[in-house]
């Protein structure tokens, strides 16, 4: 069992910069492909980014593609998310999920474990 944790949250103008962790428990955690899904008001989850269990590979959505980083620290079990050049469209409810495989996906249903969400807004 995983349980995740996410953090960094906040409030910020447009054109800023936020940095989400996520903490995991549970063993090995290399041995879990992770990524970030988020959810904006009346709109569905949707994919933002995801990496390796390595780390060596990672994958992003269009329309993060350049702004955002996932990067990960396995011997520290977190994994997390830079976003730069915020806008307002990138408000939304942001989860990081945990995948049993060490392989990047993108399909939500393909993830095991979900963290509780950690808002973020971007003001205008």
């Known amino acids: 069992q995983v349980q995740l944790v996410e953090s960094g949250g906040g409030l910020v103008q447009a054109g800023g910069s936020l940095r989400l962790s996520c903490a995991a428990s549970g063993r090995t955690f290399s041995n879990y492909a992770m990524g970030w899904f988020r959810q904006a008001p009346g709109k569905e989850r949707e994919f933002v980014a995801a990496?390796?269990?390595?780390?060596?590979?990672?994958y992003y959505a269009d329309s993060v593609k350049g702004r955002f980083t996932i990067s990960r620290d396995n011997a520290k079990k977190t994994v997390s998310l830079q976003m730069n050049s915020l806008k307002p469209e990138d408000t939304a409810l942001y989860y990081c999920?945990?995948?049993?495989?060490?392989?990047?996906?993108?399909?939500?249903?393909?993830?095991?474990?979900w963290g509780q969400g950690t808002q973020v807004t971007v003001s205008s």
């Open positions: 990496i390796s269990g390595s780390g060596g590979s990672t």
């Open positions: 999920a945990g995948k049993c495989s060490r392989y990047i996906t993108t399909p939500q249903y393909q993830y095991d474990y």
